[in-house]
């Protein structure tokens, strides 16, 4: 079956069978290996991308649902040549040990911040909620993310983000 | 060795980024654009895809296995099985702890999951086809789900492929002394026991193991990219299995999406995938999924603990009784030094000064999967330290002293470092009273209970757990420890290049620890090169020294160790070079980061990038030429980091659910390289902590049925669930370390569960509750909440 879909702001056209999953199709016949494979059950997440700028889980979408669509993978995350805020926050703030997660995770946290440019704790936990990670109990992934927010802030001239800092011995409401 | 509270004073500046910089990790550029290369995205050309059956079933008979149908299907290449692979001598494997596995079952299966044949196919999607096309006919047999079944008279003889073998016993081991300890407990005001069993639990990096095995028929060479913790011993390993000259071997271990104890084994995919490879004389892949990496890959845990601790009336302890029984599943295949059989379980003496312990422990063979991996632990620690935690907090119950204070009363104290356990460890340094205290002032300890009593009252249920933990990580030293026979030193290769620009290579392999990183803060704490100069290679087998690879938190013990050595024996070397330069005696000569000066006369210097090029260009008469060099660390100990956290829940009576309030964690793992890198290695074991008490593990129905094979029944914490920590610290050096590290990956995993654990059951001492065991599921909260509003005694 042809399909084509607009993957990073390019047009790939491709003959796939039905039932190639669209992890598959991006990571073996486009080559895009940033995108991961780690449950085949859309449970882990690892496989997240942005189709039409929504997050889905793509070990679960097949290839041919995103005919005429738009998809957004790690690999197209960088803006005007340069890391986008939220890939500097997971290095600035430690938010990736092993990687695996990563592309996934950001993917989700640039999702957020497009609807939500300050989110909370609980905004930014709730967002990443289906996406596991083994390596770093999530804090500084949240902090990645909400650094990347006040980034994005303030590039636009908007005041500091107005979440307290994880650092403070304050309990947790989730 | 002191205790400060706070990390000692920067020896570097930022510039050149030594040790106490929380540098940002190198390895990053990488992975934040989608570049990091892990063993799928290896492509290589004419590459094929491997799939694996498995037995639906836990213990049968194979009566026959027809690949007729598979082998004819479009797109095959060839079907693998036992017989053939027993054609090259390839249907069993030695493991890691001297047993033996099948590679492919020949005679019967022996746990749900295990390897039956492989297909090899053009395309991964026709591989999987094919499988359904495999026609195997199985006789079932009886199968043994629990070691207390398997150990019964009478059993089903599970290994009866081992020589010899005639029961379900898979080693016996003791440890301490058993007349001293039976004379502790007849002088015992009060003995407290506990029977508990720590369930098997699955690491389950997120990225599951496979290979990409590519054996050039025309030379003989193999390569195999591999998920491995241990790529040099899996190279040893890969020869004796497999017949293979080991000069004609390389294993490449690219990055690693998570390890965690799961990728030190060596898997039978790794193994068919080679061998078809060989065979057929193309690349082949083998990426398995999750549901075979949870049904058959390295477990963790499954031991059932009884323990006793002997006291008197005002709290002094006495002794300590253990008893074990660990389910080792079909085959032992985890990694154990061949010393120690239940590995370093015998640390269970924990933090205190206990002057008698007698440890028993026994293993059985079950129709479950093989493995008993010591899941981000050093050879079950985790166990160890469970144990004693729990046992103390009931001990505090028992005799009306608060959990902390009987705690302060016993811990070893910190003028009897080094200390010489009851069974046989020497503790290098500790202070725990210090770092207990600061963890009880900083959660508010006094008003916490306050609180608790008035909750209490109330109808509330609040609980505040404890746990002290110390650990033993860092193996060897070599007399003690081996894996396999290999003997447990590691390696650091240093070479610094004309320019002053330098590459360390390592036997170590990170997994997402920051080895990159980190290790580049160590040369350039020694030499002065700013660590952005220097490159850190690992896990290639052809191009780094040997190792024993990254588990048991030995990366910064040994491999850490054997990277500052061969840097100073390199600084050593460069004085020669710079007191030529100078024109100077040698011992004239001061050092400062990254220059040497004559004494008395600062500007009469060189920096170490002069000296490097001068070591290449212009080296002194009598002096080999270069500056690179090669060490190997053999450990004069083990090293004990160890911490205090306090947990404080509160559960909802209704529903058995509790909430974690606070979660205060202070470390001591020594002196910290990269503190950044070190408070998030504590974040994620202190979520695995929370994971395994709260949710993880992997059951059994009485079949053998594994229930917990994906990722909806076996549940891992996401960021809603996981508590926010709060981080403390003490330093205490290892005396015997040369930059007095002790390892960090996993004391969290290690310390956490009980405090986790206590919590809960603190919650519900007063109404008698003594123990749950984990995974402390709401279920299980509210039905010893049942238990003892309908006064049927202890939970």
């Not at chain 2, 907090?393 to 902390?404: K, S, T, V």
Request: aromatic residues 8%.
């Amino acid at each position: 079956m042809q399909i084509s879909v607009t993957v990073n702001g390019a047009v790939h056209t491709n003959d796939v069978e039905p039932r190639v999953l669209l992890t598959d199709y991006l990571r073996r016949i486009l080559g895009l290996t940033g995108t991961h494979m780690g449950c085949d059950t859309t449970s882990c997440g690892v496989c997240t991308v942005l189709l039409d700028g929504t997050p889905v889980k793509s070990c679960t979408v097949f290839a041919v649902q995103a005919n005429g669509r738009s998809i957004t993978t790690v690999e197209g995350l960088r803006q005007d040549g340069a890391l986008s805020a939220v890939q500097r926050g997971f290095k600035q703030e430690h938010g990736l040990q092993c990687g695996f997660c990563t592309p996934a995770m950001m993917l989700v946290g640039t999702a957020l911040l497009e609807r939500n440019p300050d989110p909370s704790e609980d905004d930014v936990r709730w967002a990443i909620s289906g996406n596991l990670c083994r390596c770093t109990g999530y804090m500084n992934i949240i902090k990645a993310i909400q650094w990347a927010a006040n980034e994005r802030r303030t590039a636009e001239g908007l005041p500091e983000q107005r979440t307290v800092s994880l650092d403070q011995p304050q309990e947790v409401t989730a | 060795m002191t205790t400060t509270a706070e990390p000692p004073s920067l020896s570097t500046p930022e510039s050149i980024g030594g040790i106490g910089h929380s540098r940002r990790r190198v390895e990053d550029d990488r992975f934040v654009q989608g570049a990091g290369h892990y063993v799928d995205d290896i492509v290589l050309p004419g590459m094929l895809y491997m799939a694996i059956l498995r037995a639906p079933m836990a213990h049968a008979k194979i009566v026959s296995i027809d690949t007729t149908e598979a082998a004819a299907l479009p797109g095959v290449v060839a079907v693998v099985t036992g017989d053939l692979l027993a054609q090259h001598k390839l249907a069993w494997m030695p493991t890691l702890s001297g047993d033996t596995e099948a590679v492919l079952a020949t005679d019967k299966v022996r746990f749900q999951g295990q390897e039956v044949a492989a297909v090899v196919a053009e395309d991964p999607y026709v591989a999987w086809d094919a499988l359904d096309l495999i026609d195997v006919t199985y006789e079932q047999l009886t199968p043994v789900v629990t070691p207390q079944q398997a150990l019964a008279p009478g059993a089903p003889l599970i290994r009866d492929d081992k020589e010899g073998q005639t029961d379900n016993r898979c080693y016996s081991w003791e440890s301490g002394d058993k007349a001293a300890t039976d004379a502790a407990f007849a002088q015992a005001d009060v003995v407290v026991s506990l029977d508990t069993h720590y369930p098997r639990s699955h690491p389950s990096p997120l990225e599951t193991c496979g290979c990409v095995a590519d054996v050039n028929p025309a030379t003989g060479q193999a390569t195999i990219y591999m998920t491995s913790q241990a790529p040099h011993v899996h190279r040893t390993l890969f020869a004796i299995v497999a017949g293979l000259p080991e000069q004609n071997i390389r294993i490449v271990s690219p990055d690693i999406g998570g390890g965690f104890g799961n990728k030190v084994p060596i898997y039978p995919g790794y193994v068919v995938a080679t061998a078809a490879s060989l065979l057929i004389g193309r690349p082949v892949k083998w990426v398995e999924t999750r549901t075979e990496n949870l049904i058959s890959t390295g477990f963790a845990r499954d031991y059932h603990m009884h323990g006793e601790l002997a006291l008197t009336r005002d709290g002094k302890m006495l002794g300590l009784r253990v008893n074990m029984v660990s389910d080792n599943g079909a085959f032992m295949a985890d990694a154990q030094p061949t010393k120690f059989r239940a590995g370093l379980f015998h640390i269970v003496t924990g933090s205190y000064d206990l002057p008698a312990a007698h440890v028993v422990t026994e293993g059985a063979y079950t129709n479950k999967a093989p493995g008993g991996v010591a899941y981000r632990c050093s050879f079950r620690v985790t166990e160890a330290s469970y144990l004693i935690e729990r046992l103390v907090q009931n001990a505090a119950y028992e005799l009306g002293i608060d959990p902390a204070e009987l705690r302060l009363r016993n811990f070893i104290k910190p003028e009897q470092f080094p200390y010489t356990s009851a069974t046989g460890f020497v503790y290098d340094s500790g202070n725990y009273g210090v770092g207990l205290q600061k963890a009880l002032d900083t959660v508010g300890y006094d008003e916490l209970r306050n609180e608790q009593q008035r909750a209490r009252a109330d109808g509330r249920l609040i609980g505040i757990g404890i746990a002290s933990f110390t650990e033993v990580v860092g193996a060897g030293n070599h007399k003690d420890f081996d894996i396999a026979g290999i003997k447990m030193f590691d390696s650091a290769e240093l070479r610094v290049h004309p320019t002053g620009k330098a590459i360390l290579k390592l036997g170590v392999k990170s997994q997402g620890q920051g080895h990159e990183t980190t290790f580049a803060q160590i040369v350039a704490n020694e030499l002065g090169i700013p660590a952005g100069d220097i490159t850190v290679q690992e896990g290639d087998t052809d191009n780094t020294p040997y190792g024993l690879g990254t588990y048991a938190s030995r990366s910064t013990p040994v491999g850490g160790a054997a990277t500052a050595v061969i840097a100073r024996k390199l600084r050593d070397k460069a004085k020669l070079v710079a007191a030529h330069l100078l024109e100077a005696a040698p011992e004239d000569l001061d050092w400062e980061p990254g220059r040497f000066h004559v004494r008395g006369a600062p500007d009469r210097s060189v920096t170490i990038q002069d000296v490097a090029f001068a070591a290449y260009t212009n080296p002194p008469e009598g002096v080999e030429a270069g500056l690179e060099g090669v060490h190997y660390y053999d450990p004069p100990n083990m090293t004990y980091p160890f911490g205090s956290y306090v947990v404080v829940v509160e559960i909802d009576p209704q529903t058995g659910q509790w909430h974690v309030r606070r979660m205060v964690a202070l470390d001591d793992c020594g002196v910290r390289i990269n503190p950044m890198i070190v408070e998030g290695q504590i974040h994620g074991g202190l979520t695995e902590g929370y994971a395994m008490s709260s949710m993880q593990f992997i059951t059994f129905d009485e079949d053998g049925n594994c229930i917990g094979s994906n990722f909806m029944d076996y549940l891992i914490p996401t960021a809603w669930e996981t508590p926010r920590f709060e981080l403390l610290e003490t330093v205490t050096p290892s005396p015997h370390h040369p930059i007095g590290a002790k390892g960090i990956g996993e004391s969290a995993t290690v310390g956490s569960p009980a405090a986790y654990v206590n919590a809960v059951i603190d919650a519900l001492a007063h109404l008698g509750v003594r123990n749950i065991d984990m995974p402390v599921t709401p279920a299980r909260v509210w039905a010893a909440l049942q238990a003892v509003s309908s006064g049927s005694g202890r939970g």
